[in-house]
């Protein structure tokens, strides 16, 4: 089964720094890593960043200036890097990606990533 797995979530003062890391875990499919969620208690589920297959980005205003972005194609792994961190900043942070084989695509959700920013 295919599965994205995140990594690098935890706890941080505010003004702090994390990284986050998706991979996709080795599969007949080829997958595309698109970006990453995040999801407050008792909010919606938004966008945070997103990246494309050339590398273009895309990021929420409340991040702009803070979060980074970025892809090692390679390793099929996509990275947010988040720094001045600020404790409304604190969610589930969820990897997303389609699944994809020939001329389908079915988008597909890591398991998410605990970020807690204390003030």
């Known amino acids: 089964q295919v599965q994205l797995v995140e990594s690098g979530g935890g706890l941080v003062q505010a003004g702090g720094s994390l990284r986050l890391s998706c991979a996709a875990s080795?599969?007949?499919?080829?997958?595309?890593?698109k970006g990453w969620y995040r999801q407050a208690p008792g909010k919606q589920r938004e966008l945070v960043a997103a990246i494309s297959s050339g590398g273009s980005t895309n990021y929420a205003d409340s991040v702009k200036g803070r979060f980074t972005i970025s892809r090692d194609n390679a390793k099929n792994t996509v990275y947010l890097q988040m720094n001045s961190l600020k404790p409304e900043d604190t969610a589930v942070y969820y990897c997303?990606?389609?699944?994809?084989?020939?001329?389908?695509?079915?988008?597909?959700w890591g398991q998410g990533t605990q970020v807690t920013v204390s003030s």
């Open positions: 080795r599969s007949i499919f080829s997958i595309d890593i």
């Open positions: 997303n990606g389609d699944r994809v084989f020939l001329t389908s695509r079915v988008n597909i």
